[in-house]
C-alpha cells in the first residue's frame, strides 16, 4: 500500500493509453528532494499537487502520528467521561446535552479552522500553527478535567460542612462540564489540522494510502487508550494520581504533546507569505475580512462538488448511529455490570485487576469505586473494540481495492471495493445495534463491541480517503491548467477559491459529521427522560441506553442506502467536466 519514495507523478486524469495533453506540459525530469521542497515553498496550492513526490513509509508515519495522540485523548473523553459526570450526580438527561459540546464544536471549529489555516500567513505554515494551539487547550482541559475538585477546594478555601461540600460538588460539576466544552473545541481544531495537513502533504496517488496509515495510527491511539483505561492505573502508577480518571488525564496530555512534536517537528510546510495574493489580503479592513470569511463559508457549503455530497450524506446518517456507540457503550456496559453484580460479570483477566473491595461481593464497595471498576468493564469492551479494529485497519487496505483503482469496468471477482466494503460496515454496525434488545450479559455485549471495530474500521478509512482523493485531484486538475496558462502566456491566474478548497471542503465535511451528533443527543435526552428516569442511574429496569444504540442502527441502515449512490466514474466525469468548464 505505501509506495517507496521516488519522482514525482503527473496527473493523468482519465484512464486511457493514449498521451494526455495536459499531462504532457508537465516537465519530464526527476527532481532531487532539495529542488522538490524548495518548489514547494515557492508555488500556490495548485502548484503543490502537480510536483509532489511519492512518500516514504516513515514520511507516512510521521505525517499521521498525531492522529495517534489525538484518538488517545478522544478514548479518554469517550470511555471514561460519561461515568465521571455520572459519579459527580449528574443525570442522564443532562449528560447527552452535555456531550452535544462535541458536535457544536464540530460544526463551529471545524469549518472555521480550515478556512483560517487556509488564509493563514505564518510563516512556519498553515497547519501547524492551528495544530499547536488546539494542543495547549486540550493539555490545560485535561489536567483542570483530572484535577476538577482539587482545583475549586482550592478556589473555595478549606472550610468543612454540609453546605460547604454541597456547593464544592455543584461548582465541581460546573467545571468539569467547561471543561469538557474546552476539550471538545480544542480536539477539533488538531482534527481538522491534520487531516488537511495529509491532503497538503500527499499527492493523489497516494491519498488513500495515507488516509489507510491514518487510521491506522488512530486504531493504535485506541487500543493504548482503552488499555490505559482498563487497567487500574492508580495502582501502577500512583504518583500520577489517586483516581483513575487523574492518571489518564496526565498519561493522555504527554502522549498528546510528544506526537504532536513529532508530526510538527517532520513536516516541512511551505511559507504562505510566497503567495502575493495572500499578502494584499492583509491591506483588508477587519470588518471586510469578517465579511469576506462569513461569506466564504457559506458559499463553499453551497459549492460542494456532488460527488464528495454523496459523501457526505452518508456520513449524516452514519454518525447519528455512531455517535451514541462512542459515548455511551461504556455507560451500557457498566450498567449491565452493576445490575449483574451477584453474578459472573466480567471477564477473568479483568477481576484480577480489581480492587479487593469491589472484588468482595458481600461487602458493597462505595458508589465511586463501584463505578471505577463497572467502567473499567466497559473499557474492556472497547479495548477489543480497538483491537479488531486496528487489525481491520491493517487487513482492508490489501484485501479492498484502492478507490484510484476503480473503474466503471469492475471484473466479478474483484467485487469488494472500498465503497462497497463501507456499506457492508454499515450493515454490519445496525445489526450489532439491534443485536443488544436481545444481548443482555457483559460477555456477550462484549463480542458485539468487539465486532463493531470492523465497521469502525471502515468509518476512519473509507469517507477520508474518498474525499481526500476527490480534493487533490481537482487540485491537480487545476495545476494542469495554470502550467499550460504559465508556457502560453507567462502569468499565472491562481484562483483562491480552489487553493482553500482542501481546508474548508474537509471542514464541510465534518460539518456532515458533526450535525447529525446534535439529532442524535436530542433524540438521547428525551429517551433517557421517558425511558430512564431523572436520576444519574435511572430505574430499576431502565433500559433507555439501548434504546438510543437501537435508533442509531436504523439511522445506519439509511446510510448503507446512501452509500450505494457512491460511484467512481462519475466523480471522474465530474472533475473532467469541471476541467472543461474551467478552459
Known amino acids: ?121 505564518l510563516s512556519w505554515g498553515k497547519r501547524r500553527p492551528f495544530i499547536i494551539a488546539g494542543t495547549i487547550g486540550v493539555v490545560t482541559s485535561l489536567l483542570v478535567l483530572g484535577w476538577t475538585r482539587e482545583v475549586v477546594e482550592l478556589i473555595a478555601g478549606g472550610r468543612r460542612s454540609i453546605e460547604h461540600e454541597h456547593k464544592v460538588r455543584t ?20 482534527q481538522a489540522s491534520s487531516r488537511t495537513l495529509i491532503v497538503d502533504s500527499v499527492s493523489p496517488q497516494q491519498q488513500s494510502s495515507a488516509n489507510a496509515w491514518g487510521s491506522r495510527m488512530i486504531g493504535i491511539g485506541n487500543v493504548f487508550g482503552y488499555l490505559s483505561g ?46 502575493l495574493h495572500k499578502r494584499s489580503r492583509r491591506e483588508k479592513s ?43 457503550i461504556t455507560t451500557y456496559i457498566a450498567e449491565i455490570y452493576i ?26 464497595p462505595p458508589p465511586e469505586r463501584e463505578w471505577e471498576a ?32 476503480e473503474t466503471g469496468e469492475e471484473k466479478w471477482w474483484k467485487v469488494l471495493t472500498l465503497r462497497r466494503a463501507w456499506t457492508l460496515s454499515h450493515l454490519l454496525f445496525a445489526g450489532c445495534m439491534f443485536s443488544t434488545y436481545w444481548v443482555k450479559g457483559v460477555w456477550g455485549t462484549t463480542v458485539l463491541v468487539a465486532v463493531c471495530g470492523v465497521s469502525w474500521a471502515l468509518t476512519l478509512w473509507a469517507p477520508f480517503a474518498l474525499i481526500s482523493e476527490q480534493i487533490s485531484l481537482r487540485a491537480q486538475a487545476k495545476a494542469n491548467r495554470l502550467q499550460h496558462e504559465d508556457t502560453s502566456s507567462g502569468t499565472s491566474s491562481t484562483d483562491e477559491k480552489e487553493e482553500e478548497a482542501a481546508g474548508v471542503i474537509l471542514g464541510v465535511h465534518n460539518f456532515y459529521i458533526a450535525a447529525p451528533q446534535v439529532i442524535s443527543t436530542l433524540i438521547a435526552s428525551a429517551l433517557f427522560r421517558f425511558l430512564g428516569g431523572s436520576g444519574p442511574e435511572g430505574k430499576a429496569g431502565d433500559d433507555s441506553l439501548g434504546w438510543v444504540l437501537r435508533v442509531g442502527g436504523i439511522s445506519t441502515c439509511l446510510a448503507a442506502w446512501l452509500s450505494l449512490r457512491v460511484r467512481k466514474h462519475e466523480e471522474h466525469e465530474e472533475t473532467a467536466a469541471d476541467e472543461e468548464e474551467d478552459d
Open 230 to 275: 482498563y487497567m487500574n492505573l492508580p495502582r501502577y502508577l500512583p504518583a500520577l494520581g489517586s483516581t483513575q480518571m487523574k492518571v489518564l488525564c496526565a498519561i493522555a496530555s504527554a502522549v498528546l504533546i510528544l506526537t504532536v512534536a513529532i508530526t510538527c517537528a517532520s513536516i516541512k510546510e511551505r511559507n504562505p507569505n510566497l503567495d
Open 339 to 364: 445490575k449483574t453484580s451477584a453474578t459472573p460479570r466480567a471477564p477473568v483477566l479483568f477481576e484480577t485487576l480489581r480492587d479487593p473491595i469491589s472484588a468482595n461481593t458481600t461487602v458493597p
Open 1 to 121: 500500500m505505501t509506495a517507496e519514495a521516488g519522482p514525482s507523478r503527473p496527473y493523468r486524469p482519465r484512464d486511457s493509453d493514449a498521451p494526455d495533453e495536459r499531462t504532457s506540459l508537465i516537465p519530464h525530469h526527476t527532481p532531487s528532494s532539495h529542488d522538490q521542497e524548495a518548489a514547494l515553498g515557492a508555488s500556490s496550492t495548485a502548484d503543490n499537487a502537480a510536483i509532489l513526490p511519492d512518500r516514504s513509509l516513515g514520511y507516512m508515519i510521521v505525517l499521521t502520528l498525531v492522529l495517534a495522540g489525538l484518538q488517545f485523548t478522544w478514548t479518554v473523553e469517550m470511555g471514561n467521561g460519561t461515568p465521571y459526570l455520572i459519579s459527580l450526580g449528574i443525570p442522564k438527561p443532562l449528560m447527552s446535552l452535555i456531550w452535544i459540546a462535541g458536535p457544536l464544536s464540530g460544526m463551529l471549529m471545524q469549518p472555521i479552522i480550515g478556512l483560517l489555516s487556509d488564509t493563514s500567513t
Open 374 to 405: 463497572a467502567t473499567r468493564a466497559g473499557n474492556f469492551a472497547m479495548l477489543l473494540f480497538a483491537l479488531v479494529s486496528l487489525g481491520a485497519n491493517v487487513l482492508l487496505p490489501i484485501i479492498v481495492k484502492e478507490s484510484s483503482t
Open 171 to 190: 461548582a465541581t460539576s460546573i467545571l468539569a462540564v467547561f471543561m469538557i466544552y474546552l476539550l471538545d473545541f480544542a480536539i477539533n481544531t488538531i
Open 286 to 328: 477587519g470588518l471586510a475580512e469578517v465579511w469576506e470569511f462569513a461569506s466564504r463559508v457559506a458559499l463553499s457549503i453551497s459549492r460542494i462538488p456532488a460527488s464528495i455530497e454523496r459523501v457526505c450524506n452518508v456520513q449524516f446518517f452514519a454518525w447519528i448511529g455512531w455517535f451514541p456507540f462512542l459515548f455511551y
